[in-house]
């Protein structure tokens, strides 16, 4: 499985991103596909997940509000909607996904890093004037 993170970038505070993450390779396993973020300094933070089966969604509570995760299971891809973007936001953003031999239908996806097994490379939002 490889893991395709896209759209970040250099945004003024107050305006929108997109982020994308296409998923390749042997994928019918993925189960769950979540969005983290690590900031300079600090330690990576989990955003939202998705699950795959039924699109159940969780966000860090923190966090709600000014995130949105879907997916388009047709592209294989999850996407992170960020409005209102802050300066604190600034991180580099990565999307991992979470495989599971066998039945995974109503399965809840974990926010928990350590759940997933495929990482892709990060992509950097910048929030600045």
């Known amino acids: 499985v490889q893991l395709q993170a896209s759209g970040g970038g250099l945004v003024q505070p107050g305006g929108s991103l997109r982020l994308s993450c296409a998923a390749s390779?042997?994928?019918?396993?993925?189960?769950?596909m979540g969005w983290y973020r690590q900031a300079p300094g600090k330690e990576r933070e989990g955003i939202s997940c998705i699950s795959g089966s039924d699109g159940y969604t969780y966000y860090t509570s923190s966090l709600k509000g000014r995130f949105t995760i879907s997916s388009d299971d047709a592209k294989n891809t999850v996407y992170l909607q960020i409005n209102s973007l802050r300066p604190e936001d600034t991180a580099v953003y990565y999307c991992a996904a979470e495989e599971i031999y066998g039945d995974h239908s109503d399965y809840v996806c974990p926010i928990g890093p350590t759940n997933y097994d495929y990482w892709g490379q990060g992509t950097q939002v910048t929030v600045s004037s």
């Open positions: 390779g042997t994928i019918f396993r993925l189960a769950a």
